[in-house]
């Protein structure tokens, strides 16, 4: 069975680290379109990062760049997306999703119909 699986949330003070991590099983991630999505009660869900396939390009929305880093690991077949220099604001509920694409840029990435997404990993920024 093919999915994606989100790890690495938790509890982290405002100015804090977590790294997430997104896992797959069955496919193999370089052939795909690797996105990271958030959704805060009672918001829209928020397109937060890509990484192209092959890992060629990256593209960030303007509230996390400069604080979040999207990174692959093609030998665990996982994506990560560091997210360093925490805010309140960055409090959701995390999502990586896949889109099997052989272009290079990624930056359509908040309109594509995507092939898997995963269930979620709670990110809590609170003193």
């Known amino acids: 069975q093919s999915q994606l699986v989100e790890s690495g949330g938790g509890l982290v003070q405002p100015g804090g680290s977590l790294r997430l991590s997104c896992a797959a099983s069955?496919?193999?991630?370089?052939?795909?379109?690797i996105s990271w999505f958030r959704q805060a009660p009672g918001k829209d869900r928020e397109a937060v990062s890509c990484?192209?396939?092959?890992?060629?390009?990256?593209d960030y929305a303007e509230s996390v760049r400069g604080r979040f880093t999207i990174s692959r690991d093609n030998a665990k077949n996982t994506v990560y997306l560091q997210m360093n220099s925490l805010k309140p604001e960055d409090t959701a509920v995390y999502y990586c999703?896949?889109?099997?694409?052989?272009?290079?840029?990624?930056?359509?990435?908040?309109?594509?119909?995507?092939?898997?997404w995963g269930q979620g990993t709670q990110v809590t920024v609170s003193s």
């Open positions: 999703a896949a889109y099997l694409s052989s272009y290079a840029y990624c930056s359509g990435y908040v309109y594509y119909e995507y092939d898997y």
């Open positions: 069955g496919f193999t991630l370089d052939n795909y379109h």
């Open positions: 990484s192209s396939s092959r890992g060629r390009s990256t």
